[in-house]
């Protein structure tokens, strides 16, 4: 009974003193120096030493004392195996050995000094230092438990010996940091290079789309057989007329095409980017998308000056290619009426991706109206297939009107968001989406008519068909008023914490049946009522108190992609959980145009332009540490600021993402 009262004592007065185990002692009592060198041997092959100073009557147990008493010293070397090899076991130096009454077992320990060698062969060159953690337990009256960080030098053949992880860490690891550096850059480029094929294939595709929208409107559908037909009987022969109006649908290509590039040329591919989160670029294209609208609404058209046709048809008069060419340039400006604002709506939603969107876009549109040309020139017959020209194109121009109006206030509320004026909040633009897809839906039931449209004594099939989708669409949106996610439309509409009523209809903040938890000093609510930080360092203070890992996410207040993650991926529970209760988020707004403190602004070392703005300060920050410059984008990162895994920018896969969170979790 004796005995195992004193192994208890001793058990506890250890914990009393060191709290933390092998972490480190929090005693100010530090009966062990040691020191550290490298002996060089032969090619590659070097031996490490660790010396150590013991105060009178304390000794160091040694790593082959018995498990069974004390706690034997343990070597850890760090990425043994993998650039270096260890050349047998670690040697010690003179030990003894004495029979432990409290544990009945004999111990083995230093006293007075003590050294430990261990011969490693380098397989690579390029490294320079070696790291290991010593653990060990020092003993006298009461036991220690002690940690410490060796790092040896082994090109410049000495060593250091650390008390603290995080300069353990960081210490002589420039080479290390360059190749992590490289490594950084590879799939950061590749998460760019990912999300704008992306955004380019989506680009293409909706261009597309609209170029068939654009085809059947007035000014280009009765086009189709009219051009046809000349070209077949104006050609010698019908191989003849086939070639001609193939290059016509060619020429109609190049035309447009020639556009983008222009658009391109102008602004500059990075320019166009740069104004997405521009309010002025937003607000001034809201207002031409309404005009736009109410163009396709019949109150005025849209037209070029009647004396560039006339001038074009005259030189389609010529002939031959250049006949053909022109001929086709007379299109586009004759149908600049109903294209025009198609054509204007895929410019801006181009500039928005930048880079090669606007010239990608400008195929994708017209592709989509050269084919019938050249499909109908193939195969004249087919033509008969065609509906005839009526009342239904002008009813495509009044539903594209509708759909410019719905448009144009993404873009204002995208400066809405980044002025943070709370104007247009989620609730107001769901109640005008709602008012502008209920009159759609009345005017494809004809209960609405515009002052151009044809009387009908009943509606077609198809209409009734797009008329029920419109309106189911219009009902989806109702329960958004009332704090639906509505993910649909994630990256549409405002966020949900961008709202009258962030925590929905009937809930109050710290109320009876509402949410109750207390904010840390600096942080708000952001997406599903996730505590977060908008400052990096606020945040990174409470990862710290917390022990918890950081996830930072590179953010926009008029980020689709961003929007699109925190409503179809955060929301998720598997993600939400892991989000609330193993994390600590940063999210830092690139697009926030508040202005720094004047003793705050300074010249970035990475762009060479001054930082004026909270956003540009979190824009450099980013390029500065990460080299990218892509939202949404998301770093884990520890305590100490080092990454725990890959970054990654846009994943909508929730399975992916998850299993990205848990690797990163994990780790920590």
């Not at 004495?98 to 011969?119: H, P």
């Not at 719905?406 to 004026?421: E, H, T």
Request: proline share 4%; with cysteine.
């Amino acid at each position: 009974m004796i005995k195992y009262l004193l192994i208890f004592s001793a058990l506890l007065f250890n914990l009393t003193s060191n709290a933390q185990g092998f972490g480190g002692s929090n005693s100010s009592i530090d009966p062990v120096q040691w020191s550290a060198q490298v002996e060089t041997n032969e090619a590659d092959t070097y031996t490490l030493v660790l010396k150590a100073q013991i105060e009178p009557e304390w000794h160091v147990y040694s790593q082959f004392t018995d498990p069974d008493g004390s706690l034997p010293l343990e070597l850890e070397y760090l990425k043994a195996d993998e650039t270096y090899t260890l050349e047998g076991p670690t040697i010690e130096s003179e030990t003894e050995t004495v029979y432990s009454d409290i544990f009945e077992v004999d111990e083995t320990f230093f006293s007075n000094a003590m050294s430990l060698t261990q011969k490693i062969k380098v397989s690579d060159e390029s490294i320079n230092f070696i790291k290991l953690i010593l653990k060990y337990q020092v003993c006298k009256e009461v036991c220690i438990n002690e940690e410490r960080y060796v790092i040896f030098d082994i090109k410049k053949g000495n060593g250091k010996v650390l008390t603290d992880f995080n300069a353990f860490q960081s210490f002589g690891e420039i080479q290390e940091k360059v190749e992590e550096k490289v490594a950084e850059i590879e799939p950061a480029a590749a998460v760019v290079k990912q999300e704008k094929k992306q955004d380019l294939w989506t680009i293409f595709f909706l261009a597309f789309a609209s170029g068939f929208l654009a085809l059947l409107t007035p000014c280009v559908f009765p086009m189709i057989p009219m051009t046809v037909s000349f070209f077949t009987k104006q050609s010698k022969n019908l191989v003849v007329g086939r070639r001609n109006a193939i290059l016509y649908g060619i020429f109609i290509v190049v035309i447009y095409v020639l556009l983008g590039t222009i658009v391109t040329g102008v602004f500059g591919a990075d320019a166009l980017n740069a104004l997405s989160t521009n309010v002025w670029f937003n607000i001034i294209f809201f207002i031409l998308l309404v005009v736009f609208a109410i163009s396709f609404f019949g109150a005025f058209e849209i037209m070029l000056p009647n004396s560039w046709a006339n001038a074009v048809d005259r030189k389609a008069d010529r002939g031959g290619i250049i006949g053909i060419f022109f001929m086709a340039l007379a299109l586009a400006i004759v149908s600049f009426s109903c294209t025009g604002p198609i054509v204007g709506t895929l410019l801006v939603q181009a500039a928005a991706e930048g880079g090669l969107a606007p010239i990608l876009g400008m195929l994708g549109f017209s592709l989509a109206i050269a084919i019938p040309f050249a499909l109908f020139a193939l195969f004249p017959g087919l033509m008969n297939s065609l509906p005839k020209s009526g009342g239904w194109l002008n009813s495509v121009k009044v539903v594209l009107g509708f759909l410019e109006l719905a448009l144009a206030f993404k873009f204002l509320s995208n400066a809405d968001l980044v002025l943070q004026a709370h104007l247009l909040e989620r609730e107001v633009f769901l109640a005008i989406w709602i008012a502008i897809f209920g009159a759609l839906a009345l005017y494809l039931f004809g209960k609405i008519k515009t002052s151009h449209d044809t009387p009908v004594d009943h509606i077609s099939s198809g209409r009734m068909v797009l008329g029920v989708f419109v309106l189911a669409f219009t009902i989806y949106l109702i329960p958004g008023l009332w704090g639906a996610p509505l993910k649909l439309i994630s990256g549409f509409p405002p966020p949900m914490n961008y709202s009258e009523s962030p925590f929905g209809v009937g809930y109050m903040q710290g109320g009876s049946g509402g949410i109750a938890s207390e904010l840390p000093k600096e942080a708000e609510y952001g997406p599903y009522q996730l505590i977060t930080f908008t400052d990096y360092d606020a945040g990174m203070a409470f990862a710290k108190a917390e022990n918890k890992p950081v996830l930072l996410d590179f953010t926009g207040k008029a980020c689709v992609n961003c929007r699109k993650m925190e409503e179809r991926v955060w929301g998720e529970p598997q993600i939400l959980g892991k989000l609330q209760n193993d994390v600590v988020l940063i999210s830092l707004f690139v697009d926030l145009k508040e202005e720094l403190p004047e003793a705050e602004q300074y010249v970035s070392e990475t762009t060479g332009k001054r930082v004026l703005t909270v956003g540009n300060k979190w824009s450099d920050f980013q390029i500065k540490n990460y080299k990218i410059n892509a939202q949404p984008y998301y770093v884990l990162l520890d305590t100490a600021e080092n990454k725990l895994n890959e970054s990654v920018g846009y994943t909508p896969d929730v399975a992916e993402f998850e299993a990205w969170l848990a690797e990163g979790i994990s780790k920590f």
